[in-house]
């Protein structure tokens, strides 16, 4: 196996074990680096079975943590919903209140 085989193998690795620790830049920066390698013709069968294995892992982690997004970001949109309800029930009886209290 060629230098250039060795180094594209372990920035894979490298950016699933960022993605394990959440760290997306690195991530990022270490498939950056492995496609600057270019086309590695010389790759063998298995070496390329477990960069896909690999890549596989990789989007369907990158699609969980998306999605774990999307339910995080919903929930606070119903937060802001509710605290907006509560933000106008508060005025009501804030201004009921004053109004009273302004006629006695």
């Given at each position: 196996?060629?230098?250039?085989?060795?180094?594209?193998?372990?920035?894979?690795?490298?950016?699933?074990?960022?993605?394990?620790?959440?760290q997306w830049d690195q991530v990022i920066a270490l498939?950056?680096?492995?496609?600057?390698?270019?086309?590695?013709?010389?790759?063998?069968?298995?070496?390329?079975?477990?960069?896909?294995e690999s890549d596989r892992w990789l989007i369907t982690?990158?699609?969980?943590?998306?999605?774990?997004?999307?339910?995080?970001?919903?929930?606070?949109?119903?937060?802001?919903?509710?605290?907006?309800?509560?933000?106008?029930?508060?005025?009501?009886?804030?201004?009921?209140?004053?109004r009273h209290l302004l006629t006695i």
């Amino acid at each position: 196996m060629s230098d250039t085989n060795c180094l594209v193998e372990r920035l894979t690795q490298d950016a699933m074990e960022a993605a394990r620790h959440g760290q997306w830049d690195q991530v990022i920066a270490l498939y950056d680096q492995r496609l600057s390698q270019g086309l590695q013709p010389s790759l063998s069968l298995h070496s390329i079975q477990v960069l896909m294995e690999s890549d596989r892992w990789l989007i369907t982690r990158v699609q969980e943590v998306q999605e774990a997004i999307n339910q995080h970001l919903n929930d606070i949109q119903e937060y802001r919903r509710r605290l907006g309800i509560l933000k106008r029930q508060w005025a009501g009886h804030q201004t009921g209140t004053v109004r009273h209290l302004l006629t006695i």
